[in-house]
């Protein structure tokens, strides 16, 4: 049993298996039709043992990580490995029977038999742009219950011995409202795991199937190994950090999400008791948006490049209270999760502040995923939805001031340019641009928000939107200032300029009409007075902050030396 | 006649000069000159000719590679630039793409433009999406502009407006103004350096190319100038990202296309090599001290690339697609708290470098694990005038690597080759797979210094079934120059539903670019029946947001039907399936126009020494646990006679690289200077 730890093999090997997965990811992105998949690159892809254990993923987004997880553990409930053939193939989505993470990401599993027997998994989850539901695009903050957030896939068997049902794909793609790309970018996924299935079988045929599976056992307790050794390095004791969202999509009061970390020794717990009753409408976090939140930041406050497999969950243990904001009860519905899963995350961040060096602390950012959309006929007739999510600005940090914005935390997607966007759709952008004085004042200023002004360019265009942060910033660090909060207004330079809340739908508009977005900025780091002031009479300069916030912030004097300092060094 | 290429790289410039009536050629090095450019080519040249024997009116011909503007960019010393755009708009050179550089690490910090916020200006005036005017070039603002650009003494100013590649006309008016207020001003207007839609992307591009326009002008002129006072019947040439050569009017009003310069030059040489060799599909692989540059050859036709970034900022002119790894020689060999066994990304570089040089590198590189598995020669790098310590280099490995892990020394210096092998072999697979490509069916083409030392254990970890190993691998770059045509790339955009009404506007594009080229080519002294046009259309399926790059022979009223046919076999080949029946949106057109610049030959003589006459030693060398140490005979790579087969394992060594051919490959020198390296998978 005691086989020896073998370090070259295991880098080796993971070089090996991660160019499986990354190959598979390639496959999906090329071979996929929509936008979502090929362009926003809203996919993952990975690598299981038989016990449904994580080795290897291809993620291009963090909500995704340990994602599949859910997916893989579901088939393993619902199915024998021994009932298993090479070929076949498990699709699902559903947040309660079977691991989902919100309707529109469908996962593929696939077993792979090498020497008669089930070895490994090959699974992928794409976010499709569309499975039915009351909403185009699935994801509406007012659903109830996850029945109207569209198409309810349990683990089912999708391939047999390689051949694909036609009965199940005419079921799930006659539920969506673009049943032919939902058709060509679910072929594309079981065909991606076949890829993978078939470089694993190779890859075991060169090197032989024990010294794969050897290098898996080595490269998952390694990566134990060393999150444990993170771990081992805090200090013992629990820690706790509460954020809160605006509201919980259907008005009322802010909603608490309360995140403890214990540690005892190199073990790791993340509790969020003490947080909300689930919401009403559909900020939800299921268990596996959960999971991939709290490793998310496990991964960036302790290890950045950590590997991302089993050998790192295991070192993780997480508590939710049942029926709560995070891990609530069905049928509560899940579609607005992100916006929720990245204030999950700021309330870990902070939890793990105390824990940490200074200089390792990072300040809160927007954290928020806004979700702006307008829909309505195209310019030659035909339906069009438009869909984006806007960055904002990120937390200052000890050696440099946030990020202007940016995608922060679970996301990282970019955006549609304004010139792509206009010849597509009905619709002009004003502005698109920094906000200024959005960013908290320190020592390191946060990041500055985004303003997104657009304007309709014919009747009958209908607006939505799930925002938060307008009501509460981000709060600064060691005497840092809080971030400018979001707004939303309509009409903003007309007499009947109108502020909406975060969380509006079905809003219309005329001709001319525009709506504008601004985004939150990240909070601050240190003192404003220790900021250096050539970075101050900078930001004046640009007009990043205004002279008079900057009074207000920094105190008059300062403000004044720092400008007079600043004139002088340029002559 | 003559003719003479030169790579400006960061560290040495390379020199080539070929007889082209002989075949022979002279490899020539001397340290790279930063703060003067165009000072290492004045003394280059005439040292050069000296070793020829021969006089500066002899060279017909004179092309030249250079890093100088990316390093430029890298180190943020180009101009002090305005940028001027549409009201509503100065920020988005700001916010880009809105994304951060790395999904979990936050120290990874965007970087901030070349132009800071306070030299954007906005002027009121906007364009439609179809290039009408929404809102008119308000001249109050444009004026108000062009005083405050000359208020701030910039030196170069790039012009930015929504929708100007569909029409010109504001930012033409803007640069009026701007030149009245600032004669002296280096102006780019975004619809002459890059007129294609994405706002971000064309921003940045026109942006950059007006901070590094002013330095680049001086140091052409200074390179012109000086090439011809010492070779007075030469045009110089510059060879530009997408590996075609350009004069010396075409860099000074383009100098953003010279980013990626000399590793261009280096795949057009490697490509023309191979094709010259029967291989026409190969994956380059140059490998230097610190990283290693990869890309896909097919047909022997490089991969092109309009998304790469230059100093963390998207360029969208047209590119070889090279990919740089963070691994070379001096990649560094070291243990984590949890066991594990890395190499790189960090490097030893130059200095302190690998610990067996003795320049006070005190860490194991993968160079040290080479030396001291007897791979590397310790007497005959740099042909001995380089003192190796291999002791040092073995105490290091023993000590930091070897003994906290509990393995032989060997293995584990074995063990970092394996590992480095292992994670540029990652590297190469996902960009081949990207594309679809199966890699049984290339070569590897191996330059670089160190290259040809693991070209062997790259191949067989990748599965890729032959080798070739060129002629003085150090020198691809300057070589390559010399077997480049001209060539300029023109695009327009022209995003419209294909169908036979719009494919008129496609063909009265064509038509204007094609001009466009005849002009360009005329300009650069290009006799007619040396030009050859190359015509491509960037097309997609409504609603998708990605194109596919449909070759077209022809672009006539009658071709209609040929760009659909063409654009479903190009989405398949991409793509792998196409979807009949579905509408089909055009998005770019683009014309390459081609000078054909003759390419001379070098020529290998063919004398018949016999293999054992090539034999310097025969030395211990360890080829892993399954081998061992063996006995491997060294053969000296001038002395090795054409066609003879040489069985692994065996070592070629020559002044700027050595080869190693593994055991159970089989290797031999074609009649082009190449050795061909079976690999027997």
Request: contains cysteine.
């Amino acid at each position: 049993m005691s086989r020896e730890f073998d370090p070259v093999a295991m880098e080796v090997f993971s070089n090996r298996l991660l160019s499986i997965t990354e190959d598979m990811g390639n496959t999906l992105i090329r071979s996929s039709f929509s936008t979502n998949i090929k362009e926003r690159r809203d996919c993952s892809v990975g690598l299981f043992d038989a016990r449904g254990r994580l080795i290897a993923q291809a993620s291009h987004v963090p909500l995704h990580l340990g994602s599949l997880m859910g997916g893989v553990q579901a088939v393993l409930k619902t199915y024998a490995t021994g009932d298993m053939e090479a070929g076949d193939a498990f699709i699902c989505n559903d947040p309660y029977l079977a691991g989902g993470t919100h309707m529109p990401d469908i996962s593929i599993v696939s077993p792979v038999v090498i020497d008669g027997a089930v070895q490994f998994f090959t699974a992928n989850i794409a976010h499709h742009s569309d499975v039915g539901g009351s909403v185009p695009g699935s994801i509406s903050g007012a659903a109830r219950t996850v029945f109207e957030e569209g198409i309810r896939i349990p683990v089912i068997r999708v391939a047999s011995r390689g051949v694909v049902s036609d009965d199940i794909m005419r079921l799930v793609c006659s539920n969506t409202r673009e049943p032919e790309e939902r058709a060509l970018d679910l072929n594309v996924q079981i065909a991606t795991n076949a890829r993978g299935t078939a470089l694993l079988e190779s890859l075991s045929d060169r090197t032989g199937l024990g010294k794969v599976l050897g290098a898996v056992d080595d490269l998952l307790a390694y990566t134990n190994r060393r999150l444990r050794n993170r771990i081992a390095l805090l200090a013992d004791g629990s820690y706790s950090c509460t954020s809160y969202l605006d509201d919980d999509g259907q008005g009322g009061d802010p909603v608490a999400i309360a995140a403890t970390v214990h540690i005892a020794g190199d073990a790791l717990t993340l509790d969020f008791t003490g947080t909300s009753g689930q919401a009403r409408g559909a900020m939800n976090v299921p268990e596996s948006a959960l999971r991939a939140t709290v490793y998310y930041s496990i991964k960036t406050l302790l290890d950045p490049n950590l590997p991302p497999n089993g050998g790192m969950f295991e070192a993780i243990a997480i508590d939710a209270p049942d029926g709560c904001l995070v891990n609530p009860r069905h049928p509560a519905a899940v579609g607005a999760r992100s916006i929720t899963c990245n204030k999950v995350a700021r309330a870990i961040f902070g939890a793990f502040a105390p824990l940490l060096s200074d200089d390792s602390v990072m300040a809160a950012g927007h954290d928020s995923i806004p979700a702006i959309v307008f829909s309505g006929e195209r310019r030659g007739g035909g339906p069009f939805v438009y869909l984006e999510t806007v960055g904002g600005g990120s937390g200052a940090r000890a050696d440099s001031d946030g990020m202007d914005a940016v995608h922060v935390h679970l996301t990282n997607t970019s955006n549609l340019p304004a010139e792509a966007l206009e010849h597509e759709y009905p619709l002009m952008v004003d502005e698109y641009g920094l906000v200024e004085d959005s960013g908290g004042a320190g020592q390191h200023r946060g990041g500055v928000g985004i303003a997104r002004q657009i304007r309709a360019m014919q009747d009958d265009i209908v607006f939505s939107i799930r925002s938060d942060s307008h009501v509460i910033g981000a709060p600064g660090v060691f005497g840092g200032a809080e971030g400018a909060t979001a707004s939303l207004i309509k009409n903003a330079d007309g007499p009947d300029r109108e502020e909406l809340s975060s969380k509006v739908s079905h809003i219309e508009m005329k001709a001319g009409d525009s709506m504008r977005l601004e985004t939150a900025g990240g909070g601050g780091y240190g003192a404003p007075e220790t900021r250096a002031p050539s970075a101050l009479a900078a930001d004046i300069r640009d007009g990043l902050v205004s002279r008079e916030n900057a009074e207000q912030d920094y105190g008059g004097p300062f403000v004044e030396q720092a400008v007079l300092t600043a004139e002088g060094e340029m002559g | 006649m003559f003719r003479l290429g030169i790579d400006v790289g960061g560290t040495f410039t390379d020199f080539t000069l070929l007889n082209t009536e002989a075949g022979s050629a002279i490899h020539y090095k001397l340290p790279s000159t930063p703060q003067n450019p165009a000072e290492s080519i004045r003394q280059g040249i005439p040292k050069l000719l000296a070793v020829a024997g021969i006089e500066g009116k002899a060279l017909g011909f004179l092309g030249h590679g250079t890093t100088v503007a990316t390093n430029m960019a890298i180190e943020r010393r180009g101009a002090r630039t305005g940028l001027v755009t549409t009201k509503g708009f100065r920020d988005v050179l700001e916010v880009g793409r809105q994304l951060r550089p790395h999904l979990y690490d936050y120290s990874q910090i965007k970087p901030s433009p070349v132009v800071p916020r306070r030299r954007r200006w906005e002027v009121i005036e906007r364009l439609s999406f179809d290039g009408s005017i929404e809102t008119p070039f308000l001249e109050e603002s444009g004026a108000a502009v062009a005083a405050a650009l000359a208020e701030a003494e910039v030196e170069s100013v790039a012009v930015c407006f929504l929708h100007s590649y569909r029409n010109s006309d504001h930012e033409c008016l803007m640069r009026k103004m701007i030149k009245a207020a600032l004669p002296d001003a280096y102006i780019s207007l975004s619809s002459e350096v890059l007129p294609e839609f994405r706002e971000y992307e064309r921003m940045s591009t026109t942006v950059l190319n007006a901070y590094l326009g002013p330095a680049m002008a001086t140091y052409f002129e200074d390179f012109v100038t000086s090439a011809k006072a010492l070779a007075p019947n030469i045009e110089p040439y510059t060879i530009h990202s997408n590996g075609g050569l350009m004069t010396a009017a075409t860099v000074r009003d383009h100098p953003v296309r010279t980013c990626l310069s000399g590793p261009a030059a280096g795949v057009v040489g490697a490509a023309e090599s191979a094709r010259s060799a029967g291989l026409p599909h190969i994956i380059t692989y140059d490998v230097g001290g610190t990283s290693t540059d990869i890309s896909v050859v097919r047909d022997a036709k490089p991969t092109f690339t309009s998304d790469r970034q230059v100093a963390g900022f998207p360029v969208r002119t047209p590119m070889l697609d090279i990919h740089v790894i963070g691994a070379g020689g001096g990649s560094i060999a070291w243990l984590d708290d949890a066991g594990g066994l890395k190499v790189g990304p960090r490097s030893a570089g130059a200095l302190p470098g690998p610990v067996a040089y003795g320049l006070g590198g005190t860490e194991p590189t993968l160079t040290d694990a080479n030396l001291v598995l007897g791979r590397l020669n310790a007497n005959a790098l740099l042909e001995g005038t380089m003192p190796i310590d291999i002791g040092a280099a073995r105490a290091a490995i023993e000590n930091k690597i070897a003994t906290p892990l509990g393995l032989e020394t060997d293995k584990a210096a074995f063990g970092i080759i394996e590992i480095a092998v292992a994670n540029m072999s990652r590297a190469i697979r996902s960009v081949t797979t990207e594309r679809g490509y199966d890699m049984a069916d290339f070569a590897l083409f191996a330059y670089g210094g160190a290259g040809p030392l693991h070209a062997g254990e790259l191949a067989l970890e990748c599965g890729i079934p032959r080798i070739v190993v060129p002629d003085a691998p150090g020198t691809m770059c300057a070589r390559g120059i010399l077997l480049s045509d001209i060539v300029h790339d023109l695009v327009r955009s022209a995003v419209a539903p294909a169908d036979s009404v719009s494919w008129l506007d496609v063909c009265r594009l064509f038509k204007e670019m094609r001009c466009e080229g005849d002009r360009l080519l005329t300009r650069d002294g290009v006799l007619r029946e040396r030009r050859t046009f190359r015509y491509f259309i960037d097309a997609r399926y409504v609603g998708q947001n990605h194109e596919v790059r449909v070759p077209m022979e022809a672009i006539g009223q009658g071709d209609f039907r040929a760009f659909l046919k063409g654009f479903s076999e190009y989405h398949t080949l991409e793509y792998g399936y196409d979807i009949p029946g579905r509408a089909v949106e055009t998005v770019n057109c683009r014309v390459q126009a081609i000078g054909d610049v003759t390419r001379p030959e070098q020529r290998f003589s063919q004398d018949s020494r016999s293999l054992d006459e090539a034999m310097t030693e025969r030395r211990s060398v360890y080829f892993g646990a399954a081998w061992g140490w063996l006995e491997t005979p060294v053969y000296r790579r001038e002395a090795l006679p054409q066609h003879k087969r040489i069985e692994g394992p065996a070592i070629v060594e020559e002044m700027s690289a050595t080869t190693v051919i593994l055991p159970k490959h089989s290797a031999a020198l074609d009649g082009m200077g190449n050795i061909v390296i079976e690999v027997g998978l």
